[in-house]
């Protein structure tokens, strides 16, 4: 199995900046894809940006310009900078992945999420 351990979350004001971080850990053998979703209180879970083996990203609207996500293959990790964040912004933020696992001879498909990190927009 994959874990994804999140990191970097907190209390900050509005106007400010934090940067997320998920570290992937366990018999891996390639990761494809890997997003970083919110779910604040009462809404569904959302999309906030996802990056692929590539480096392609996509960005939900609500934080193009403002958020870069970007990874480190080498070290299967996965960040978040978050800069003018908003008070709507505040929310419990959710590291995904998926790919490939090594289980004894054979590669598996994988598909984990972190268990979130709080972030906190606020004066």
């Known amino acids: 199995q994959v874990q994804l351990v999140e990191s970097g979350g907190g209390l900050v004001q509005p106007g400010g900046s934090l940067r997320l971080s998920c570290g992937a850990s366990?018999?891996?053998?390639?990761?494809?894809?890997m997003g970083w979703y919110r779910q604040a209180p009462g809404k569904q879970r959302e999309l906030v940006a996802v990056?692929?083996?590539?480096?392609?990203?996509n960005y939900a609207d609500s934080v193009k310009g403002r958020f870069t996500i970007s990874r480190d293959n080498a070290k299967n990790t996965l960040y978040l900078q978050m800069n003018s964040l908003k008070p709507e912004d505040t929310a419990v933020y959710y590291c995904?992945?998926?790919?490939?696992?090594?289980?004894?001879?054979?590669?598996?498909?994988?598909?984990?999420w972190g268990q979130g990190t709080q972030v906190t927009v606020s004066s």
């Open positions: 990056i692929n083996s590539g480096g392609s990203t």
């Open positions: 366990g018999s891996i053998f390639s990761i494809s894809a």
């Open positions: 995904n992945a998926g790919g490939t696992i090594v289980t004894g001879s054979r590669l598996e498909v994988f598909g984990s």
